[in-house]
């Protein structure tokens, strides 16, 4: 038996019970998470980094003596298994990180468990001429060490582990400190698949009571080939800093464009959708609307029809204290009070003595163009509309207040010109054109999925092939056979 004492999983219990709880009235399913925290060694999950990482390193050599069919074999038990269990992971995050909601958080474990891609992606690639044929494969790194978020915290590591071991790597997870249950939960299961179906204990691990300090251990610890870092600025700024190669998932501010040439209705029914989506803690969730003034009103109207609560001015003067610790100025990110990040519309709007039911998702604020609402990634469903004189302009300010992260953004628009002219002002890894910005996830949209979104450093909605290397092997003056 590796891993913690009985007194240490006692004290991360009793931590982290501590800390449920403390959410407000958010409708969720009546049966309570288990809780449990698993330290035997085939179940992934060690107290030091060492530890985790030596047992992720037997299980890549492990791997690698398995043939392709196996680790394929391996991929369809992950995605089997993390569908059965994507509702009761469902739960246990949003009971352990008291944000979003239960049946969201249902939808992306399901997502990343069918449309993250598996081995079929790794397509090798020949060339063959008069001097021989070439042939290019993708290869694993080896052992990746993957830090994770507290917003997506089931479906980021369901999502990395399909991927990173789709492309024959293991993986240490070191996971936000505040979603350590359900992510330790989440492993072991990914575990269990494996050995199911008769691949390797321990191809995904993670630290039982991960730290700050133990993310930097992980971050310089030599036995790690790869980084892949999913989160808010200071971690992407950490991987990068650390000499290792960082696959670096980082902020958004993701921003909409509203024209007049757009459905207005549908558009509405969108953003209060796409906007209310796990309560707006997903990265990809749209932040900020720039409306063409004369569609601002029948915009706000049909945000209304489909969920929103749009707030007075007074009351968005009594919503600004709740929301932000400091603001800092016009056009400047402002410190937001965490405690209210991913609550419930309802749950916020009733802090300013608003008494709403559930039916209202979003809380909608008409704000002018310099409010911090609009420059601030707050991760709550309180959403600043804006209204600008003409198109150009709110394409323009949209690009200002992605502020160059070349995360995600969207517009509603018929007119081709101006959707092309802000896919490109916009320049950002994932672009919507009429739809909520999760289509682009893959969900209500074409396409594959991921929850490790890298635009820093350039992956886009990262795949196996962005854990992978690239091998060429030459046969030279042979095997062309035409
Ligand atoms: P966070 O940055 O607080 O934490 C993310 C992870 O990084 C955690 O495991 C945390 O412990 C670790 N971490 C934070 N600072 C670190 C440091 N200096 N050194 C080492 N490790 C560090 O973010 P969060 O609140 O968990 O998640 C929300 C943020 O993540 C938002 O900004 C959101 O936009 C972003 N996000 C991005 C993507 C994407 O695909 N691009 C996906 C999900 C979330």
Redesign the pocket.
């Known amino acids: 038996m590796a891993g913690l004492t009985n007194e240490q999983v006692d004290l991360i219990a009793r931590q982290l019970a501590g800390r449920l709880g403390g959410g407000g009235a958010v409708t969720e399913p009546a049966t309570a998470a288990p809780r449990t925290v698993f330290v035997t060694s085939n179940e992934g999950v060690y107290a030091t980094v060492d530890e985790c990482v030596a047992a992720a390193r037997q299980a890549f050599l492990d791997l690698q003596d398995l043939s392709l069919a196996k680790r394929t074999e391996i991929i369809a038990a992950f995605r089997s298994t993390m569908l059965r269990e994507a509702e009761d992971l469902a739960r246990q995050a949003r009971e352990e990180t008291g944000m979003g909601r239960f049946e969201h958080k249902v939808i992306k474990n399901r997502l990343v468990a069918e449309k993250t891609p598996g081995t079929e992606i790794l397509q090798p690639r020949t060339t063959t001429g008069d001097n021989g044929l070439t042939l290019m494969e993708w290869a694993p790194f080896g052992v990746i060490g993957a ?6 915290p089931t479906s ?1 590591i369901i999502c990395n582990a399909i991927g990173m071991i789709a492309a024959g790597n293991s993986v240490v997870f ?4 505040g979603a350590v249950l359900c992510s330790m939960n989440t492993v072991r299961h990914l575990n269990a698949a494996s050995i199911s179906v008769g691949g390797p204990a321990n191809l995904v691990t993670a630290v039982a009571g ?1 730290t ?1 300090a133990s ?2 251990e992980l ?1 310089h610890h030599d036995g790690i080939n790869l980084l892949v ?4 600025p ?2 992407v700024k ?1 991987a990068m800093k650390s000499g290792k190669r960082a696959v670096s ?4 501010n993701p921003p909409v464009v509203v024209d007049d040439t757009a459905d207005l209705q549908k558009a509405g029914r969108d953003i209060v959708h796409g906007a209310g989506f796990d309560n707006n803690v ?2 990809v969730d749209e932040k900020e609307v720039f409306v063409t003034a004369g569609s601002g009103k029948k915009l706000l109207e049909s945000m209304r029809a489909s969920g929103a609560y749009v707030l007075s001015d007074t009351e968005l003067r009594r919503l600004e204290p709740l929301i932000f610790d400091e603001i800092r100025g016009p056009r400047t990110h402002g410190v937001i009070n965490k405690k209210w990040v991913g609550k419930n519309a309802d749950v916020i709007l009733s802090q300013i003595g608003i008494q709403a039911g559930p039916e209202v998702t979003l809380v909608v604020a008409d704000v002018p163009e310099d409010h911090p609402l609009v420059w601030s ?1 707050q ?1 709550m469903p309180v959403l600043p509309v804006v209204k600008v004189s003409h198109v150009a302009r709110g394409i323009n300010l949209a690009r200002e207040a992605e502020y160059g992260f070349g ?1 995600s953004a969207s517009m509603h628009s018929h007119d081709i010109e101006q959707l092309s002219r802000m896919a490109r002002v916009i320049n950002t890894s994932i672009f919507v054109k009429n739809g909520p910005i999760v289509a682009g996830l893959g969900a209500g949209g074409e396409g594959y999925t991921s ?5 820093p450093t350039g992956e886009g909605l990262t795949t196996p092939l962005s854990f992978s290397r690239q091998r060429r092997c030459v046969m030279v003056d042979h095997f062309r056979i035409v």
Not at 147 to 152: H, K, Q, W, Y
Not at 174 to 177: G, I, R
């Open positions: 830090i994770t978020p507290t917003t997506n980021t070191n996971v936000h400190p991960p700050i993310a930097t971050m870092v999913t989160g808010g200071g971690v950490a998932a980082g902020p958004g997903i990265c990634e991760l995360h929850f490790t979104i890298a635009s």
